[in-house]
């Protein structure tokens, strides 16, 4: 047996073997250099987040619009709607400003969303109801999202042609 031959093959694996740990260990350090993104799963996370919480509590006679703060404490109510046109399950379109000073909610004649409007209350002045839109239909019941600067409230309106675009929605301070 030629014993060239039976050197050559460990030399050979060796070096097959380097060249295997070297192109894993490059591939391991092109696996941990991918830079790490983060998915927002709602369009509040994209944005400053308001120190106060805003929630509903209907007795179906009344509903009591209320705020509290972050630490579970007892909410404060700002206002009192009838719960015919505000029912507890409008809780998730309540939309409070980044600043916590400026809370929308949507009212509507229906569960279906008939007849919406869109209100907003100064949270220091809560008696002072504003109306910022009125949509006969196709209001899409998703919670309606302020600037980062309280100046514009954004809604989605689906196959509607009787309301106003979200763009010109500015409330008057």
Do not use: N
């Amino acid at each position: 047996m030629d014993t060239r031959l039976l050197l050559a093959r460990p030399a050979a694996l060796g070096t097959a073997a380097a060249l295997l740990v070297s192109l894993l260990a490059g591939a391991g350090l092109w696996l941990h250099y991918r830079p790490v993104v983060e998915v927002a799963t709602s369009a509040r996370g994209c944005g400053a987040a308001p120190d106060h919480v805003a929630s509903l509590f209907s007795d179906d006679e009344t509903t009591l619009i209320r705020l509290g703060g972050q630490d579970a404490g007892e909410p404060r109510v700002l206002r009192v709607e009838p719960a015919s046109v505000l029912p507890g399950m409008f809780s998730s379109l309540l939309a409070l400003s980044a600043d916590s000073r400026l809370l929308a909610y949507v009212t509507a004649s229906s569960e279906m969303m008939d007849d919406a409007h869109i209100w907003y209350v100064d949270v220091g002045r809560p008696g002072d109801r504003r109306a910022l839109a009125d949509v006969k239909s196709g209001l899409t019941p998703v919670r309606p999202a302020w600037s980062p600067d309280g100046g514009q409230l954004a809604y989605v309106v689906g196959q509607s042609s009787t309301s106003r675009p979200a763009s010109t929605l500015r409330p008057t301070r």
